[in-house]
């Protein structure tokens, strides 16, 4: 076995009680940032730029996990172990990319609506009427997207942690879950994205 399909070294030393504490805290504090955010209005503030920006910076940033994350699976089906590591290590420092960016941009951005064409943060009738079903479909998406974010990424995090700590057989059993549904949440960002993108004011 040549140096590149070895198992990495552990990067951390195994304390499976430090590890449930901080990812849950961590977990527990993002999840609460992120609904206190869906419950306050916008902070006005001219940040020198269209905050819109942030919201086009984060599709970007789930497309290259998506891309990482595939990469990420076909190195290890070739045993490719410290190329593997490095890959998600990638993917998941764009996740904290993503997030920090997230924050912003639900902070100092207004609430954008699906078929809201005239931008009043009503969407009527008539407006129902000309999207059809692709807001039922957009509704669809966004759901299971949040949804699933917020149900994997404590997942991830233990995934993460035993991959780091060496125990490679608890990884992949986890993996095998944790892996699918945040690939789906990866891709279907910059879809609610690309989507919603024309509704904002």
């Known amino acids: 076995m040549n140096a590149l399909n070895q198992y990495p070294k552990p990067a951390l030393q195994k304390n499976d009680t430090r590890a449930y504490w901080l990812i849950g805290i961590f977990s527990v504090v993002v999840f609460g940032t992120v609904t206190l955010l869906g419950r306050v209005g916008a902070v006005q ?39 593997h590591k490095k890959l998600m290590l990638v993917a998941m420092g764009l996740s904290v990319l993503f997030l920090v960016f997230y924050i912003a941009y639900h902070l100092f951005s207004g609430e954008a609506k699906f078929g809201d064409t005239n931008h009043d943060n009503i969407v009527d009738e008539a407006e129902k009427a000309a ?25 991830v995090l233990f995934s993460a942690y035993r991959g780091l700590t060496g125990e490679y057989e608890k990884h992949k059993k986890l993996s095998r879950y944790t892996w699918p549904i945040w690939l789906y949440v990866a891709v279907t960002g910059p879809v609610v994205y690309l989507m919603i993108n024309k509704y904002y004011s």
């Open 45 to 83: 503030v001219n940040l020198g730029f269209d905050v819109h920006y942030l919201a086009a910076a984060n599709a970007v940033i789930n497309s290259l996990v998506a891309v990482f994350l595939i990469a990420a699976i076909v190195v290890i089906k070739q045993k490719k172990y410290k190329l």
């Open 131 to 155: 999207a059809g079903t692709a807001r039922l479909i957009y509704f669809i998406i966004l759901g299971t997207h949040i949804l699933l974010a917020g149900l994997v990424m404590p997942f």
